[in-house]
């Protein structure tokens, strides 16, 4: 099929998101794209046309996911890939954010990608092909950093779900990718992305730290380039064997050896209590 396939994007007005729907349309890709708000779209993507269809869509309103979806069969006549970008980022200790704070960022960040996967899943297995690729973080996979609790919580969460529902669909031949980038030079650390605490706990002093970096310092030098990461995701969309677990970025490929590794160590220091439970 080639670039003859239908893309469908969540989060696609900004970031990631944005950059890999570009490099899709000018390849020649179909490509239906969602965010919260259709202008935004059109603003940097145009209008609706033969190869690009902009969409509203709320991701926890189940309703809105489903006519998104109806709407890109309806104009595509189907869907071939799928790719669950859209989420925000939470940057607090886990004592100082509220329930609410926390179940919201679980609602867009898993429970909304999980509308997504429930509504597009019919048209993939009818199909007997497709890809889905869930935005994770190296967060969802190396979780030590003071004040990403929630949100890396979210994120193991896509990568647990993923490698199960890899299990799920691979009897009617379609692919799932869990996609771990670093740090990439988005807006993701800005306001419009990041969320922090209702009310921050002083007592918290790494937790302080580590916002103060990430938006002084590290927001607009992350080392990653986005066009690239859009068009690794193409590069393995057209593959017969495409992976299960793709690590995006130099710091996410080698903290995911880091971590590799320190749990190598530590099965080896206590096999004999991992092992000796048995009857």
Request: glycine share 8%.
């Amino acid at each position: 099929m080639g670039n003859n396939k239908v893309w469908f994007i969540t989060g696609a007005s900004k970031g990631i998101g944005l950059e890999l729907a570009k490099k899709l349309l000018a390849q020649g890709y179909r490509v239906a794209a969602t965010s919260r708000n259709e202008a935004s779209l059109i603003a940097v993507l145009g209008n609706s046309s033969e190869n690009f269809l902009p969409l509203e869509m709320d991701l926890v309103d189940e309703k809105s996911v489903k006519n998104a979806i109806d709407k890109t069969v309806g104009h595509f006549k189907t869907i071939d890939v799928l790719v669950n970008n859209a989420g925000y980022g939470l940057l607090g200790a886990l004592e100082e954010l509220t329930d609410a704070e926390s179940r919201k960022n679980f609602e867009v960040n898993v429970f909304g990608l999980l509308n997504v996967i429930r509504n597009t899943m019919p048209i993939l297995r009818a199909n007997k092909s497709g890809h889905i690729f869930n935005i994770s973080s190296v967060g969802g996979y190396f979780g030590e950093f003071p004040g990403w609790g929630i949100y890396c919580s979210t994120k193991f969460a896509v990568a647990g779900l993923t490698e199960s529902l890899a299990a799920e669909i691979k009897p009617f031949g379609v692919h799932a990718t869990i996609v771990y980038p670093g740090y990439f030079r988005t807006d993701f650390l800005k306001d419009s992305s990041l969320l922090l605490p209702e009310n921050p706990n002083e007592a918290y002093k790494e937790v302080r730290q580590s916002e103060s970096a990430h938006k002084d310092q590290i927001s607009e030098n992350q080392p990653g380039d986005p066009v690239k990461l859009a068009e690794a995701l193409i590069k393995v969309s057209e593959d017969q064997n495409p992976p299960l677990h793709l690590f995006l970025g130099e710091d996410a490929f080698n903290m995911a050896n880091q971590k590799i590794a320190s749990v190598q160590s530590e099965l080896g220091k206590w096999k004999e209590v991992s092992v000796g439970t048995n009857f």
